[in-house]
């Protein structure tokens, strides 16, 4: 605590001093709140706040953060601080979205109840919104799809199997995730994955890291019989909703299954929009999110919101709120 005490010195100028928290105030506190947080009085610009830093350093999901503040409130009726060795710019977002009193020393002073907002300079990269890598993606649309808990039952080396991914790359995955806060790792030997709140509220948060799927489009006059093709855009969208699918197919494979067709596109590939085919060439295999899933031969919903929101067609915006809308979250 004597960095943030420095920090407070070096920020508003005055000293700031800590006292222990009374018996009488941590008998009041439920046990499990003792377990998670280390509790101390702050004396800071002649107000006295209350220091609950976290044992372990990791931030409840939000949901619960929330519930946790309240009861605090309830028993010390004063400002509750998150007092934080470090902070992403996505959890940074969150309690400041969420008016959340935190410090971190050198970094940031954030005490709304306080009318206080504090920042030093944030490395540029905090700047940037990152998105999700395919397979990232490809694992948290499993996990909301699927609406079973078996994935967590399953080690990176069985997850890795059944997505027909590497090892490394589903660890790679698992870890962009985590980074985002989507999800956690629990276990030390064999390694599990873990999600936490309703799929919808992860969805939800995921906007606005999620990538559009599709690579690259190409015309056609048929789909080549090498590829394992999905339906997609209209031709997906009138499977889900009630739109009319429109006379040309719509179909999506990944794009490494089309490398070594070059002879293919070159006698089949025309740059018109008359051909009767158009491929989506996706940066993951459409059919993880189908084959494993649902017996059908169209891409999943989610993937195929994504790929539509760039459509100017008002037709589509209307029925793209009604495929998230029939997902049974």
Same mark, same amino acid.
């Given at each position: 605590m004597d960095e943030l005490l420095k920090y407070l010195k070096n920020t508003v100028g005055e000293d700031s001093r800590l006292e222990n928290v009374t018996n009488d105030k941590l008998d009041k506190l439920p046990f499990y709140l003792r377990e998670i947080f280390r509790f101390q009085l702050l004396r800071f610009m002649n107000q006295d706040l209350l220091l609950a830093e976290l044992q372990k350093n990791q931030i409840p999901p939000m949901r619960q953060l929330k519930i946790q503040l309240t009861n605090l409130r309830k028993i010390f009726r004063l400002p509750i601080v998150f007092p934080l060795k470090d902070i992403s710019a996505v959890l940074r977002n969150k309690l400041v979205g969420s008016? &959340?009193?935190? =410090? +971190? *020393?050198?970094?940031?002073?954030?005490?709304? %109840?306080?009318?206080?907002?504090?920042?030093?300079? !944030?490395? $540029?990269?905090?700047? &940037?919104i990152k998105k999700l890598l395919p397979s990232a993606q490809v694992v948290l649309f499993y996990w909301i799809l699927r609406k079973n808990n078996r994935m967590e039952e399953l080690t990176f080396q069985q997850l890795a199997n059944e997505l027909h991914y590497t090892p490394m790359a589903i660890t790679n995955a698992i870890a962009d995730l985590q980074r985002f806060d989507l999800c956690k790792i629990v276990g030390t030997k064999g390694k599990h994955i873990h999600f936490e709140g $309703? /799929?919808?509220?992860?969805? %939800? /948060? #995921?906007?606005p890291f999620l990538i559009n799927p599709i690579r690259t489009t190409l015309q056609l006059n048929v #789909? *080549?019989?090498?590829?394992? +093709?999905?339906? @997609?855009? &209209?031709? $997906?969208?009138?499977?889900? @909703?009630? =739109? #009319?699918?429109?006379d040309r197919l719509h179909v999506a494979a990944e794009k490494k299954q089309f490398h070594g067709l070059t002879k293919y596109v070159d006698e089949n590939h025309r740059d018109t929009m008359e051909d009767e085919i158009q491929l989506e060439l996706w940066? !993951?295999?459409?059919?993880?999110? @189908?084959?494993?899933?649902?017996? +059908?031969?169209?891409v999943d919903p989610l993937s195929l919101y994504l790929t539509l929101l760039g459509d100017n067609d008002e037709r589509v915006h209307k029925e793209l709120k009604h495929l998230l809308g029939d997902i049974l979250w």
């Open positions: 008016k &959340i009193n935190f =410090i +971190v *020393p050198g970094k940031q002073l954030f005490l709304p %109840d306080l009318m206080m907002d504090l920042k030093e300079q !944030y490395k $540029a990269q905090d700047k &940037i $309703a /799929r919808r509220d992860l969805w %939800d /948060r #995921a906007q #789909a *080549p019989q090498e590829l394992s +093709v999905y339906r @997609t855009n &209209i031709s $997906a969208l009138a499977h889900y @909703t009630n =739109i #009319a699918e429109g940066k !993951y295999n459409p059919g993880l999110l @189908t084959d494993n899933i649902a017996n +059908v031969n169209f």
